[in-house]
Structures are given as C-alpha cells and as structure tokens.
C-alpha cells in the first residue's frame, strides 16, 4: 500500500520535476522500484527512488521565486540500473576508497573488490547505490529506506542492517540521517552523493559557484586518488576555501593535487567538530541566487566537481552533462581510514549503532543592488 501511495504525485501524473512516476516502477532483483516526492508548504519538492536509496530531483525557488531542478540524475529506472554512475545514490558500505580494496580488522585481512584505479570505491561495483531498498515510512515529508546487507557483500565481514531517513522540512532543510548495525566487527561509512548544479541549469559547467569549506586542513591523493595518510594544511594553497571563491578560480592551477585529482576530489578536514550549528561548507549560483548550506556531525567532507564528465552520459530531459557539471558534497569519514587507525574510526561491532547525520539547507540571496 505505502508503495502505490507514495508513487501517487501530480494531478498531471508529473512531479513538479517534470519526472513520470511509472518510468521508475519495476521489480529489479525481484523487489519493487518506485519514485517516492516529498514536498514542503514552499512548493520544495524532493524526488527519490529506492533504487540506490537515490535523490532523482530537488526542486527549490530561485532568487526570483522560478522553480529550479538543482540535482543532476536521470529520469528513468532503466539509466539508473545500465548507465553506471553515483548519481544522489546513499552509498555503502564504505563510501570512497580503500587502499587496494584491503584492510585487516582484529587481526583479520578482508579483500573486496577494486574498482577504481586498484582500490575499492563506494563499496565496490555491486555496492548499496545499485540494490533495492526496502520502504520502511513514506509520506509527503519523509521517506525511510532499509537495507539488509550479508555478512560477505563486496567481500565486507557482517550482516548489516542500514537504514537512511529524508526528511524534508518546512525551513527548506532535506536532513539525510543514516544508521547501522552489524552482527560481526565491520566498518561502515555512508554518505550521499548528490551533483549538485545551483542554476538549475546542468548543461553548463559549476565552476562558476561560490564554495566554502569550513576546513584547516585536507588529505592529500596519489596519482590513483588514494589518500597519502597526511593530513596537510590548506594555507597558501588552492585548497583554501575558508574564504569564498568560484569553484574554479584556482582548479586548474599548476599544483599537484590538482593534477593528482583531475580538478577537485579530495576529503577537507572539518573544523565543526561535529558540531552541527556551523555549516561545514556552504554553495552558491550567482546565476540563480540560489545557496545551499551543509551541516553534519561528520569529520570530513569530500569535494569532487564532476571531472569525469565529459557530455557522454544524458541526463533527465535530454541534457548532456559537460565537464564539470556539478559540485558533490558528501560529509563522510576520511578515505582509507580502516588502514589508518590514528584517523576517526569506522568500526562497527555488535551492540553499537552507527549513526551519521547531513542536512543540505537551501535558501536565495538577492544581490545588493536589488535590495
């Protein structure tokens, strides 16, 4: 019943989006997709599937009260289940890398499988953003998925039972709120993976936002995007967003990271603490005016600004999304951190309960002129 009702949107049949419902039914590994909206008295409205745990759409006011699409993503089940990507998938296990698709937990080493340039990434291929949550709550404010990993998934040791929460509030907040346990020592680390572009506008680049990071310091990668193990300071370098600037005044600068991450892709040390009353990084379209600020009880928030697309992949309503296309914000632990035990841990065990929260905050700013 909760699915039937919460696929009903529109009088139209068309979500607010301009996405059709029954494009994302289908029983994929033998369980029910469908496309849940939940909407605020604003007119926001937030589209996800199941499949992937994935946010479709996030349909917020410009400066000029025009709804706006501010997520990249495709507009029917079939792309997202053939076309491989992360597009606002809740990822899991372990969101980005580790070292080889290795690490040793009490006394234990665990392989899993390398899908990127030799190391596991988001959980391997087969990881959560390609399975089929199971609906646990669904009505025009919230959305609360589960899923039931085994003990053995992508080589990972325990049967996890995960759950991911959307809430979409009346403040124009979507709090994303994840929780986890396990019947065997693991390690977890979700997070979610929305490309965002604030214009509202995907054909074009999103170099041209204003970013933020409440960050001193960042971990560093190889020329395979894996974390070196130092955590260096951001000061005098083109990792210093403690202070406003476009995305891409410094992101072809003649520095190595830069040339080692293809533009940026890196983890950024949060000053926050935790603390979830100062944002941990904070992105702006001048274009549409439209901001959006990222609070979490997370340590680290990675960065990546979309540097593997190129135009192939086509997206909802027919748009080819260019290089460059978005800015990703996924507060999460530090990459590798199961193989570096001096960094905040990501072990799980029997009787504790995983928890982590985001909240992506969404406003307009009118510039001075205009007041």
Request: charged residues 20%.
């Amino acid at each position: 019943m909760i699915l039937v009702l919460a696929a009903s949107c529109t009088d139209a049949g068309l979500t607010k989006s301009g996405l059709d419902p029954e494009k994302f039914v289908s029983l994929t590994d033998g369980k029910p997709t469908a496309l849940y909206t939940l909407s605020n008295p604003d007119g926001m409205e937030v589209c996800i599937t199941n499949y992937g745990g994935r946010i479709v759409s996030i349909m917020v006011p410009d400066r000029n009260g025009k709804m706006q699409d501010v997520v990249l993503g495709f507009d029917n089940i079939e792309d997202y289940k053939t076309i491989p990507s992360d597009f606002g998938a809740a990822i899991g296990r372990y969101a980005n890398r580790i070292n080889q698709g290795r690490f040793t937990l009490d006394g234990k080493e665990y392989q899993l499988p390398q899908n990127n340039f030799g190391h596991c990434l988001h959980g391997g291929p087969e990881g959560w953003q390609y399975k089929v949550y199971d609906v646990l709550e669904a009505d025009d404010s919230t959305l609360t998925l589960a899923l039931d990993s085994p003990d053995g998934d992508e080589g990972f040791p325990g049967n996890v039972h995960a759950e991911v929460k959307y809430t979409l509030g009346n403040d124009s907040s979507l709090k994303i709120e994840y929780s986890a346990r396990t019947g065997r020592p693991t390690v977890i680390n979700m997070t979610n993976h929305s490309y965002f572009n604030l214009s509202g506008n995907p054909s074009c680049p999103a170099t041209d936002h204003l970013l933020y990071i409440n960050a001193d310091s960042y971990t560093p990668v190889d020329s395979t995007f894996m974390t070196t193990g130092e955590i260096l300071p951001v000061e005098g370098t083109p990792m210093d967003f403690r202070n406003a600037k476009t995305v891409g005044k410094d992101i072809d600068a003649d520095f190595r990271q830069l040339h080692n991450g293809r533009g940026y892709d890196h983890n950024w040390v949060l000053n926050t603490a935790g603390d979830m009353t100062k944002a941990a990084a904070v992105l702006y379209s001048p274009e549409s005016g439209i901001k959006l600020d990222v609070y979490t009880d997370e340590p680290g928030i990675q960065v990546y600004t979309g540097n593997f697309l190129d135009g192939t992949v086509i997206g909802k309503h027919g748009v080819a999304y260019p290089f460059r296309a978005s800015v990703c914000l996924e507060t999460q632990h530090y990459p590798d951190s199961p193989n570096k035990p001096e960094w905040p841990s990501v072990v799980l065990r029997p009787g504790e309960n995983y928890r982590s929260t985001c909240i992506f905050v969404f406003s307009t700013v009118v510039p001075a002129e205009n007041n």
